[in-house]
């Protein structure tokens, strides 16, 4: 099974002709437009949710896999969607999303949803994979209410690491590699976008930068 991991930045219908070509069976898609303004072909599902019918996070799966949203999901961590996968793993699709008139940061949102769903992470083989919106050092950030530092901790504790790391052995915040792009600039690159699982993986990269579609880079994963 393929797996592909990509904020497409203003989404158009363009850009989700060019995801599905690529093949994956399931698709993860932060800044995904909603689906009264994406045409899917047949064979193909969807799931999404969004404050702005223009960008929201959205989830796309060959009708081949049994997809799922988990009975258990809860409103207040919308932005990060729990699938369960052909009855068997947990997909949690991340987007940590700042909702206006609510002061939280990426990382306390992050940390609230893992420990709101942590009973089942430890109930089920897990990937956890999105645009995190968090990296180390990050600024505005409290002890009191989460870093993104005590965020790899808790996942730790629930037996996950990063997929990224593990293959390169690469410290987080000393990344050779990026995954994000600010204002589409090649000097001001981040690492923000993660894939932490227990699930046995085949194969793990982070793909190219086609600034045609993204200021971020893909996830292609395949179990």
């Not at 809860?74 to 987007?95: C, F, Q, R, S, V």
Request: glycine share 8%; with cysteine.
């Amino acid at each position: 099974m393929k797996i592909l991991t990509y904020n497409i930045h203003r989404c158009n219908q363009e850009k989700i002709d060019n995801i599905l070509k690529r093949g994956a069976d399931i698709m993860v898609l932060p800044e995904c437009a909603c689906p009264e303004q994406v045409v899917l072909p047949n064979g193909y599902e969807m799931t999404w949710v969004g404050q702005y019918d223009f960008k929201g996070l959205g989830v796309i799966w060959k009708s081949t896999v049994k997809c799922e949203v988990a009975p258990w999901a809860d409103e207040e961590h919308k932005y990060m969607i729990p699938l369960i996968i052909n009855g068997e793993w947990l997909l949690l699709a991340t987007w940590p999303t700042i909702v206006p008139g609510i002061k939280k940061t990426y990382p306390q949102i992050l940390l609230e949803c893992l420990k709101a769903y942590s009973d089942h992470i430890k109930e089920m083989p897990t990937m956890i994979t999105g645009d995190f919106n968090c990296y180390i050092g990050q600024g505005g950030v409290s002890k009191q209410t989460g870093t993104f530092e005590q965020c790899i901790e808790y996942m730790r504790e629930l037996g996950l690491h990063s997929e990224y790391h593990e293959r390169t052995h690469e410290e987080f915040g000393k990344e050779s590699s990026c995954t994000y792009h600010h204002q589409f600039k090649d000097d001001m690159p981040f690492f923000i976008d993660f894939t932490f699982t227990n699930i046995p993986l085949f194969a793990y990269m982070i793909g190219g930068w086609e600034r045609n579609m993204s200021d971020h880079n893909p996830q292609i994963i395949v179990i």
